[in-house]
């Protein structure tokens, strides 16, 4: 998850938006 797949990015934009930075940090 540290590499950040393009099949994560993008589901994750869609569903946290803005806080999709927030998001990935947290999954981290």
């Not at 994750?12 to 999954?27: I, K, P, S």
Request: a negative charge; hydrophobic letters at 30%; aromatic letters at 8%.
């Amino acid at each position: 998850m540290s590499s950040e797949p393009p099949d994560g990015l993008p589901r994750y934009r869609l569903l946290t938006g803005m806080d999709d930075a927030a998001f990935c940090h947290r999954v981290s």
